[in-house]
């Protein structure tokens, strides 16, 4: 009886964490600030309480699972409409760097050691504090930069040089299965990917992916 009532939790708790996951999980990946890693952290933990915990009653766990999610809505409509709601719940980004000059004061209050402002440098490709004209330190935990004038690499307007725009190409094969949504937004049918496919003596099933750009050119990979 222990075991069916707790496959049932599983299920019920799966379903739940799916469905809230589904609505509120592109944020939390996306844009993770601390107060979206707490909720993230609470979100499991409560999907978790439901299902081992058998002193708390089902539905009684379901409930607190929905109550906290829509509360995580509730948080994130309030940082869309409020600019003192975001503030409060999510922090601001934070002027580390500014004209050149490192604010040692700031990234003290910031508890962000000289070391790990570093290491976020040289993941932006900076390794020479002098190359930094300005620099944030985001609610996110990563840095947001502007190199000098003088590191800056040439655009090609710099260079009055005309770049024409490149089309991005998009996946029409997928596994020897094609995509038909991909196809339509760039004007193409499955009917003409076939016929291109009889001219090149292609397998469909032989084919692992193939992107296709807007000029309909083609580049297959195959299993």
């Given amino acids: 009886m222990q075991i069916l009532d707790t496959l049932l939790r599983v ?62 809505l509730a ?39 000289a070391t790990d402002l570093a290491m976020l440098l040289r993941k932006q490709g900076i390794f020479s504090l002098q190359d930094v004209e300005m620099a944030y330190f985001e609610t996110d935990g990563s840095i947001s930069i502007s190199k000098k004038p003088s590191e800056k690499s040439p655009t090609c307007q710099d260079l009055n040089i005309k770049s024409p725009s490149k089309n991005i ?21 499955k009917e003409w990917l076939e016929n291109v496919l009889k001219v090149k003596n292609i397998c469909l099933e032989h084919v692992f992916l193939a992107q296709i750009n807007k000029d309909g050119q083609i580049h297959f990979v195959m299993k």
């Fill in 11 to 72: 299920v019920i708790a799966f379903s739940a964490l799916l469905i809230w996951s589904r609505i509120i999980g592109k944020k939390l990946l996306s844009l993770m600030t601390f107060f979206d890693f707490v909720t993230g952290v609470t979100f499991g933990a409560l999907g978790g309480n439901i299902i081992f915990n058998h002193t708390v009653s089902l539905w009684t766990g379901v409930v607190a699972l929905s109550s906290f999610s829509i509360l995580a």
């Fill in 169 to 189: 190409p998009v996946l029409c094969i997928v596994d020897g299965k094609m995509m038909d949504k991909q196809l339509s937004e760039i004007g193409k049918n």
């Fill in 75 to 113: 948080a994130d409509y309030i940082s869309l409409k409020s600019l003192k709601g975001r503030a409060l719940l999510e922090g601001e980004p934070t002027l580390i760097i500014d004209h050149g000059e490192l604010k040692v004061k700031t990234l003290k209050k910031a508890r962000l050691a």
